[in-house]
């Protein structure tokens, strides 16, 4: 069948990383990945597809399982260099039904089909010679082929598979897709380009078209982090009273009430984010220890992701001295200050944000009469940047995820301790934005385009460098 994008079918042994190799190719974590050999038994085609176009198609294969016994039959014959690929494709024609050969069936029909090679191995076990069957057998089929060298365990036979490799396949590339950037993944493109003359433009196209849809998803994920901040800062609770003032369970409650808003939007925010760079699943199976081990109001998120002490006065500076705690409680046309001031200089992000008492926020309300205990918009200057860092976090962790890594990802709590988010100078102006967000004022369309364009600044410089 004739297909006006390359297609490349990823072949080999079992259990090398040929699915893993397809699921971060193909940015598609739907690729079904196992260390059980046997778990691909049918090919499947994994096509990267951007805006309705697809620029090329990964092909997914079962391992070979009687290589051996499939060249010795394509050598009973003996045929000239220009008749192999008839060779095999007879043997693909007689045995189509054959159960023993099942898996050989499956792996050289998209081949004969046009797909380029692309061979599995793993590099981390040493070079054996039953391997050259299924070299010989792909050289068989005349299809342009690379090999890939996957490094799965810490061992490393790479030289010896590299002299061994060289003597069947035009290039010989060491790739590792649970760990794979975006460089990395670019670079193998370019590789692939050179399998076929008329592959070379449709593939760095691809290249150009992928890089550019990758700088919308980061101006994407600024889009959904500017909307998560304002929607956050300015959002405010209430809740009903029963008597002339409320009482302590009621002012617990609606604080709790108050935070669950806030962890909601948190949460789909980043499901969002998620789902921007392909990870929906990954997002809805293993989730960032964020949602799990670290709430949005914990002395640990607050310690990593806040501002500190000296942060904290420059940022105070730009939008003016720093609001103390405190709850305000208005009924009847009183005012009643609950709570005390922290002052202009906080001592410490973990101290930020209440555990037991309540946060930094204005309770606030009376309306027509009945009343109620109002909580937002949030007034500490600390949450903002902790909700910041958390989503710049995880849009860095994501954006430079492998597809085929399905593991919980992990934070590196020293490395991000000694981590600059954000400049002094973008601090000023973003705190500037945050003292809008949390006015209760309406956000104007350019106000918010306006903090969109420095978080987005903000990513590119994290994600790309």
């Avoid at 692309?118 to 082929?145: C, F, H, N």
């Avoid at 982090?225 to 929607?231: F, N, P, T, V």
């Avoid at 903090?451 to 994290?462: D, F, S, V």
Wanted: with cysteine.
């Amino acid at each position: 069948m004739s297909k006006n994008y390359p297609r490349f079918a990823v072949v080999g042994h079992p259990n090398k990383g040929k699915s893993s190799i397809v699921s971060t190719l193909a940015h598609d974590e739907t690729v079904q990945i196992s260390d059980i050999p046997g778990t691909t038994t049918k090919q499947r085609s994994f096509p990267l597809q951007i805006d309705g176009e697809i620029l090329y198609e990964l092909i997914d294969t079962p391992g070979f399982q009687r290589a051996r016994a499939l060249l010795e039959w394509l050598e009973r014959e003996e045929v000239s260099a220009d008749r192999k690929v008839e060779r095999v494709q007879r043997f693909v024609y007689e045995h189509r039904e054959d159960p023993r050969f099942h898996d050989e069936i499956e792996l050289l029909e998209p081949i004969l089909h046009g797909a380029g090679i692309i061979y599995v191995v793993d590099g981390s076990k040493p070079y054996g010679a039953e391997y050259e069957a299924e070299m010989e057998i792909l050289r068989w089929t005349g299809q342009p082929s690379m090999a890939l060298i996957n490094l799965i365990d810490d061992t490393d036979y790479v030289a010896e598979w590299k002299r061994a490799l060289g003597h069947y396949f035009r290039l010989v590339r060491v790739f590792n897709p649970m760990e794979a950037n975006f460089s990395q993944h670019i670079a193998l493109l370019e590789s692939m380009a050179q399998l076929r003359e008329e592959w070379t433009a449709p593939v760095k196209r691809s290249i150009d078209i992928f890089t550019t849809y990758r700088k919308q998803k980061i101006a994407d994920s600024a889009q959904l982090i500017s909307e998560l901040l304002a929607a956050s800062l300015s959002y405010v609770e209430s809740l009903s009273i029963s008597g002339e003032e409320a009482s302590r369970k009621e002012k617990e409650k609606m604080l709790e009430r108050y935070k669950m808003h806030l962890r909601k939007i948190e949460e789909q925010s980043h499901r969002k984010i998620a789902e921007t760079w392909n990870h929906s699943k990954l997002e809805k199976e293993a989730q960032l220890p964020l949602f799990q081990e670290m709430d949005l109001f914990s002395r640990e998120s607050a310690s990593l992701f806040g501002l500190g002490k000296k942060e904290m006065i420059v940022t105070g500076a730009a939008g003016g001295a720093l609001t103390g705690s405190g709850v305000d409680l208005m009924l009847g046309g009183t005012s009643m200050m609950l709570g005390s001031a922290i002052g202009a200089v906080i001592g410490g992000a973990g101290a930020l944000l209440g555990f037991n008492e309540i946060a930094e926020m204005k309770v606030l309300g009376q309306k027509l009469g009945s009343r109620y205990i109002e909580a937002g918009p949030m007034q500490n200057r600390n949450f903002p940047y902790i909700l910041l860092r958390r989503a710049l976090y995880y849009t860095q962790e994501l954006a430079n995820r492998p597809h085929a890594d399905r593991s919980k990802i992990q934070m590196d709590s020293q490395e991000l301790l000694g981590t600059e988010w954000i400049s002094t100078g973008q601090k000023k102006e973003i705190e500037k934005l945050h003292q809008l967000f949390r006015s209760g004022s309406a956000v104007k369309e350019k106000q918010l385009d306006a903090y969109c364009r420095l978080i987005q600044a903000i990513l590119l410089e994290k994600i790309e460098h």
